[in-house]
């Protein structure tokens, strides 16, 4: 004659696999089920800018950095592709007045922006004074990365007269000063492989104390 624990093994036996059963059916059934389609998103997009004052429409993919827009698509090559991962700041350009590498943000994410290139900033007859002063200054050698080099020097000076803190700002509740400490850790992100480092102070210093 069965004992109670035999007759209670035997029933917990008998419930899991009923349960085991009825798992086993839904889950086949959604398995031979077809998966719903989902709607494809589009591969281009037009994209509205204003670059160096001038209003531009192109369509491109989704994918295209701001970088590539404006070198292969509008043909703004003064802005360079160096790193392609943000760590050289050649690709260096701004965008209502801020500065940003173009090689890490999409152009679709910069509708109706305004961004100006080193070709906005001045013209060979008409130079920016940060322009002008690189040339007197000998701000650049190989000149590769001058174009991001001036681009994040004009932010900077401007990021400074707004009083804009910085890492090595002593107090962050007072107004930031032009000084070597100050320019050398906003610049830090901008990298000069020929080492014109010194120069490119001078040429900053020279601006902001015309600015002054």
Excluded: W
């Excluded at 962050?172 to 032009?178: A, D, E, F, K, L």
Aim: with cysteine; glycine share 8%.
């Amino acid at each position: 004659m069965p004992t109670d624990l035999e007759v209670s093994r035997r029933a917990l036996l008998a419930g899991g696999a009923a349960s085991a059963a009825t798992v086993a059916v839904p889950t086949a059934r959604a398995q031979s089920a077809t998966p719903p389609r989902t709607q494809s998103l589009p591969t281009t997009l037009p994209v509205r800018l204003t670059v160096n004052g001038q209003a531009r429409t192109l369509t491109l993919d989704t994918r295209t950095t701001l970088l590539d827009a404006l070198r292969e698509h509008l043909n703004l090559t003064g802005t360079k592709k160096g790193c392609d991962h943000g760590q050289c700041g050649a690709c260096t350009v701004l965008v209502a007045g801020r500065r940003i590498n173009s090689c890490l943000t999409l152009a679709v994410m910069h509708q109706d922006d305004e961004i100006t290139t080193i070709e906005g900033l001045g013209t060979p007859d008409r130079l920016h004074p940060m322009q002008a002063a690189f040339i007197k200054h000998d701000g650049y050698q190989c000149g590769y990365c001058t174009p991001g080099q001036i681009c994040s020097a004009v932010a900077v000076l401007d990021e400074i007269k707004a009083g804009i803190p910085s890492h090595v700002s002593g107090n962050i509740t007072r107004r930031p000063r032009v000084t070597n400490d100050e320019m050398r850790e906003r610049m830090s992100g901008n990298i000069c492989r020929c080492g014109a480092y010194s120069n490119i102070l001078d040429a900053m210093t020279e601006v902001a104390g015309a600015d002054a």
